[in-house]
């Protein structure tokens, strides 16, 4: 390998662990994650100092809210504000001198509103807790001495106004009143005194939650696979409150864990790269494929960080089968099971309970890689996401049956969580296609789309050569069916036969198959007209680059003759010239050879094909002759010495091409005639 990609690989690996140390979530060395009601996952725990037992969560809530039940807030009463309102109330009735009332029903409607407002006016919020009966009573604080009072007589502004249009029934009365505005002038005089009545619930909080014993120092608080009840949770939560706040200033023990976090990451994708180098050595070679990993399982390794920190059950929402699945796609199913289990034990670092998060994404991971052997098509998705989704239930049923017994500690929000992740799988559909166009991969559903046949590009074969778009229709079948035996990849064959002679499309009438009765070679010497032959690949090239064709499509197009020669126009010029020595280069295809078994089998079926259009005899011996004289000749000429085609796959192939041209070319039976009778 160069120097050059050696240390891409060394680079890409520093980064990627580097950074994912760095956003690793970090808590306190005293911080420890658990549940109440699940086993503690850590060693013995004991006192290091005197911990204060307070009450559990539950009982200090209800505390609290019996507290908050019979707490009376504390009340002052505006005298002053009364008496200007009074006042300035009296000025404005006495000002009034269209009103139609003597002085005494003056003096009456002054006294009804000095009554309600000796009896109090407080606020509408007030008064509604008053009148649902939440508010019973009040205090008021005279001489450090909390006096309380009653709330029955309290009314709010319009309930006073409306208690003196009830007393006052005088119309003129009534009208005097709705004249001065007197409704614009109530306002409370009975005002809450939120600062003290905080002080004093506060106060009575801390009362009320005061320490009901101790834990002494050096006393056994919890050890592993004891349950974590109530008591034991506050119990531990004090101790990381109060180890917080001593703090911790020894330099080994701040810096051990980050080196163990930086040991533990470089372990992991150091087992990527191992991986790779010894059982995918193509892989580990190709730069793409080796960025593609480490990006994707670092990338998504930061996502799962971030939903952990983001929410409380965040390892459980992210979907980490989008992993293996998009490795699946891309590369093979035994690299996809490894990336999953890496991914995953990368990730185990965040879980309070690892061996459950461990044996859970296990099981996803591989009914997403079970269930999703071809993705041709959306709705394989779909089905995948629902059935991750039940083999994450089934697999936290089995967890909590396991340690508890019974059924009764499983959480729905679990199962919710559950749900969002396998909605979140759907998107790996769209990722696919970004990751298309970002390391130029070519899928399984982008193989099957171009392999419509109402793609632009081929139904322009088919209408200005049919012949050749039948030609690479028959190519695609045959190749296709003997790249199922030799397990090659059948789809990318199917769709690289279609595109293999799109360069005919600039010339179809140099081109046998397209023509009607007319040669125009028969007007060209043969260096010409093996031009113009061998031109249709850099032509074919032009178009799939114009039309974005993946760079494995493409390759079908430049490799399909490799450096062959175009033997018919070569064997004639060579006979019309016995005595010069001719130049193979100038009938010689542009190449390259055939680099991988598809493309080989390409060549294979393209030359055979086109052969057995020329036979008169289609019998079984004549069919088997031509198909090995073709495929030897191109063995012998070293057309497929870079491809890793075997012999074994050539017999095969042997095999299938005889047994599909027989097929094709089976004799029919003469139907009969039907005979009318005499008359």
């Given at each position: 390998m160069p120097s050059r990609q050696i240390s891409l690989r060394a680079l890409l690996f520093i980064i990627v662990v580097s950074v994912t140390v760095y956003f690793l979530p970090r808590t306190g060395e005293n911080h420890y994650d658990f549940e109440e009601g699940r086993p503690w996952s850590y060693a013995l725990l004991t006192a290091p100092f005197d911990i204060p037992v307070h009450l559990d969560s539950l009982s200090a809530a209800r505390v609290k809210d019996s507290i908050d039940r019979h707490f009376e807030p504390v009340f002052t009463r505006d005298i002053t504000a009364e008496k200007t309102i009074i006042s300035d109330y009296t000025t404005r009735l006495n000002a009034a001198t269209d009103l139609d009332i003597t002085p005494a029903q003056r003096n009456q409607i002054i006294k009804e509103i000095r009554k309600i407002y000796e009896n109090g006016i407080v606020d509408r919020e007030t008064y509604n807790r008053i009148a649902?009966?939440?508010?019973?009573?009040?205090?008021?604080?005279?001489?450090?001495?909390?006096?309380?009072?009653?709330?029955?007589?309290?009314?709010?502004?319009?309930?006073a106004y409306e208690h003196l249009d009830s007393v006052l029934r005088d119309r003129d009365v009534r009208q005097a009143i709705s004249a001065t505005k007197l409704s614009q002038m109530l306002h409370p005089n009975i005002l809450v005194d939120s600062v003290t009545s905080r002080r004093l619930i506060d106060e009575a909080y801390q009362k009320a939650m005061a320490p009901i014993g101790v834990v002494q120092q050096g006393e056994r608080i919890i050890d592993k696979g004891d349950i974590v009840t109530s008591r034991l949770a506050t119990v531990l939560?004090?101790?990381?409150?109060?180890?917080?706040?001593?703090?911790?200033?020894?330099?080994?023990?701040?810096?051990?864990?980050?080196?163990?976090?930086?040991?533990?990451?470089?372990?992991?994708?150091?087992?990527?790269?191992?991986?790779?180098?010894?059982?995918?050595?193509?892989?580990?070679?190709?730069?793409?494929?080796?960025?593609?990993?480490?990006?994707?399982?670092?990338?998504?390794?930061?996502?799962?960080?971030?939903?952990?920190?983001?929410?409380?059950?965040?390892?459980?929402?992210?979907?980490?089968?989008i992993v293996p699945i998009l490795v699946l796609i891309f590369l093979d199913s035994r690299t996809a099971y490894f990336c999953h289990v890496v991914q995953v034990l990368i990730c185990a670092i965040l879980a309070s309970f690892a061996l459950e998060f461990v044996f859970i994404q296990l099981i996803a991971g591989f009914v997403?890689?079970?269930?999703?052997?071809?993705?041709?098509?959306?709705?394989?998705?779909?089905?995948?996401?629902?059935?991750?989704?039940?083999?994450?239930?089934?697999?936290?049923?089995?967890?909590?049956?396991?340690?508890?017994?019974?059924?009764?500690?499983?959480?729905?929000?679990?199962?919710?969580?559950?749900?969002?992740?396998?909605?979140?799988?759907?998107?790996?559909?769209?990722?696919?296609?970004?990751?298309?166009?970002?390391?130029?991969?070519?899928?399984?559903?982008?193989?099957?789309?171009?392999?419509?046949?109402?793609?632009?590009?081929?139904?322009?074969?088919s209408e200005e050569c049919p012949g050749t778009f039948n030609h690479s229709m028959a190519v695609s079948?045959?190749?296709?069916?003997?790249?199922?035996?030799?397990?090659?990849?059948?789809?990318?064959?199917?769709?690289?036969?279609?595109?293999?002679?799109?360069?005919?499309?600039?010339?179809?009438?140099?081109?046998?198959?397209?023509?009607?009765?007319?040669?125009?070679?028969?007007?060209?010497?043969?260096?010409?007209?093996?031009?113009?032959?061998?031109?249709?690949?850099?032509?074919?090239?032009?178009?799939?680059?114009?039309?974005?064709?993946?760079?494995?499509?493409?390759?079908?197009?430049?490799?399909?003759?490799?450096?062959?020669?175009?033997?018919?126009?070569?064997?004639?010029?060579?006979?019309?010239?016995?005595?010069?020595?001719?130049?193979?280069?100038?009938f010689s295809y542009p190449g390259p050879n055939p680099q991988s078994k598809e493309t080989s089998l390409i060549m294979m079926a393209d030359s055979v094909e086109a052969a057995s259009r020329s036979m008169t005899d289609h019998s079984p011996e004549a069919i088997s002759a031509l198909v090995n004289k073709i495929i030897d000749a191109q063995i012998a000429e070293g057309l497929h010495n870079q491809s890793p085609i075997s012999f074994r796959d050539v017999s095969t192939i042997k095999d299938v091409f005889a047994q599909r041209l027989r097929t094709m070319y089976h004799s029919r039976i003469s139907y009969p005639e039907l005979k009318k009778p005499q008359e």
């Open positions: 649902s009966g939440k508010l019973p009573a009040v205090r008021f604080i005279h001489d450090n001495v909390a006096i309380s009072i009653p709330t029955t007589n309290y009314l709010s502004p319009f309930r939560r004090t101790y990381e409150k109060i180890a917080d706040e001593r703090g911790n200033g020894a330099i080994s023990q701040h810096y051990y864990p980050i080196a163990g976090q930086i040991l533990y990451m470089v372990i992991l994708f150091g087992a990527i790269y191992a991986y790779l180098f010894i059982f995918r050595q193509d892989y580990f070679e190709d730069d793409r494929t080796v960025i593609f990993l480490m990006s994707l399982i670092g990338i998504f390794t930061l996502f799962a960080f971030a939903m952990e920190a983001g929410f409380r059950m965040g390892y459980y929402i992210t979907p980490f089968t997403a890689i079970d269930s999703l052997k071809d993705l041709s098509r959306r709705s394989q998705l779909i089905r995948t996401a629902a059935l991750i989704f039940l083999a994450y239930a089934l697999s936290y049923i089995a967890i909590e049956v396991m340690q508890s017994g019974s059924l009764a500690k499983t959480e729905g929000r679990i199962f919710g969580a559950f749900a969002i992740n396998a909605i979140l799988i759907s998107f790996s559909y769209v990722l696919m296609f970004l990751v298309e166009r970002i390391y130029g991969f070519t899928s399984r559903v982008t193989l099957v789309e171009l392999s419509d046949i109402n793609n632009p590009l081929l139904r322009e074969l079948n045959l190749a296709s069916a003997a790249a199922s035996r030799i397990g090659a990849n059948v789809q990318l064959v199917r769709t690289g036969a279609l595109y293999h002679d799109i360069g005919k499309i600039k010339n179809p009438a140099f081109y046998t198959e397209n023509q009607h009765g007319v040669n125009p070679h028969d007007a060209l010497d043969p260096i010409q007209s093996a031009r113009i032959v061998t031109g249709h690949v850099n032509e074919g090239l032009a178009l799939a680059e114009k039309a974005k064709l993946p760079k494995m499509i493409r390759k079908f197009i430049t490799e399909h003759h490799g450096n062959g020669k175009a033997r018919y126009f070569y064997t004639t010029y060579c006979n019309a010239h016995p005595d010069e020595e001719v130049d193979p280069a100038a």
